[in-house]
């Protein structure tokens, strides 16, 4: 029986694959969304928060994730 793998957290690289935006302005993105969400530099945001942020769908979002 596999178990199908499926990560919480969003990285840099899933949000470039998304909007089509550079690395570097995901990076940036990531950090307005902690700071919007009150979290601290090293805490991680999840796929969920990430869509309601971006006002975008989970299901559109999920297929585009890496891994």
Not at 16 to 23: E, L, N
Not at 40 to 65: A, G, H, M, R
């Amino acid at each position: 029986m596999k178990i199908d793998n499926k990560r919480l957290c969003i990285y840099p690289k899933d949000i470039q694959r998304i909007t089509g935006k550079s690395y570097r302005q995901s990076i940036r993105m990531l950090q307005n969304i902690r700071k919007e969400l009150n979290k601290l530099q090293n805490e991680l945001v999840s796929i969920e928060e990430f869509c309601q942020y971006t006002s975008l769908k989970i299901e559109q979002v999920e297929p585009l994730i890496i891994g």
